[in-house]
């Protein structure tokens, strides 16, 4: 996607050639047209699709778009940990995350995805997959069919990718960062 | 207003008299088009806002329906702790969840929210005010005005609302709880 592309070489911070920092369009403050944009590119990449499955708290914008943009559809978010009132009767998944390294579960109650759901999972960034991967654990322990993943920004050097693809599931990012070089960006070529 | 009334009546769980169970439309999946037509109401109710703050995780898919029908106004979302790549020059409030019974600190970068800035915060649930109280001090750490909180549920019973609009601000809530009575909500009339 050129637009988001072009905004992250010019807004993005690089921090010591390994961080990218765009909190201030991604994941602290939100460009909102920017947003349904994104949403719109996610809804033309994948059909069929009846639930969009995402993680607090990033993942949660760009669902609300992409769900705009296909009729409506639901969406479900997996939260990091339990409350008082969510305890039991829920689908759990380990997640690492390699940015706070710390170890966290996520869960999605058993009534929210079903046989026979056909599932968008949507995420702001894929770097090694853990997320990803506790997403997809927990959409087949409820037999749901997952339909598809798409990213905002993925960080291709990471390889999370592979370990998706590798299941079968069509991954779409709309900005895939080949590697991070004298504290500037540079994209994959075609990667959309 | 009256569809988020009469689906909190038809599909709310009651637990002891006391918790509200909305998981299934409000904080754990979403009917994406009860969310735009609550953003479409705050946005109608609300005016001369050039930003919306809200705080993760449920607050962000209603900020961001609320955003799109006021000219996409940009959305900053509080974080409720420190990752490892944003720890300095942020706002900082503690704030006590009831319903998990801990206290979290929750930041805002200081870069995102300005003196000048005409705030709207939208939040999922008003209780006994914590999470609005502490969102309230940040935008006054940054000496931006609040110029009201759009809220979906409020639980009037729990008294939040009068330590908000004692500050003088405007609290607009599309359904305010007056009471549970034997498993039932009552709401107040006239609220909206």
Redesign the interface.
């Known amino acids: 996607m050129e637009k988001l592309k072009s905004k992250i070489l010019k807004e993005a911070y690089i921090?010591d050639n390994r961080?990218i920092?765009v909190?201030?369009f991604i994941n602290?403050?939100?460009?909102?047209?920017l947003?349904?944009e994104i949403g719109k590119e996610f809804a033309n990449e994948f059909s069929g699709i009846n639930k969009i499955l995402t993680i607090?708290?990033s993942g949660?914008?760009f669902?609300?778009?992409t769900?705009?943009h296909l009729d409506?559809?639901?969406?479900?978010?997996a939260?990091k940990s339990a409350?008082?009132?969510?305890t039991e009767n829920v689908y759990k998944s380990k997640v690492f995350s390699f940015?706070?390294?710390i170890e966290s579960t996520i869960i999605?109650?058993k009534?929210?995805l079903n046989p026979g759901d056909n599932v968008l999972i949507i995420d702001d960034f894929l770097a090694t997959g853990n997320a990803l991967n506790g997403l997809i654990d927990i959409a087949n322990q409820a037999n749901a069919k997952v339909k598809g993943v798409g990213i905002v920004i993925e960080k291709g050097y990471q390889g999370g990718r592979k370990r998706i693809e590798d299941m079968g599931i069509k991954v779409h990012s709309l900005a895939n960062i080949k590697r991070i070089e004298d504290g500037k960006v540079v994209f994959e070529e075609n990667n959309d």
Do not use: C, G, Y
């Open positions: 921090i961080i920092k909190d201030h602290h403050m939100l460009d909102t047209k947003v349904f607090e708290a949660i914008a669902s609300v778009a769900a705009f409506n559809v639901p969406i479900v978010f939260r409350s008082l009132i969510t940015t706070k390294q999605v109650d009534e929210f």
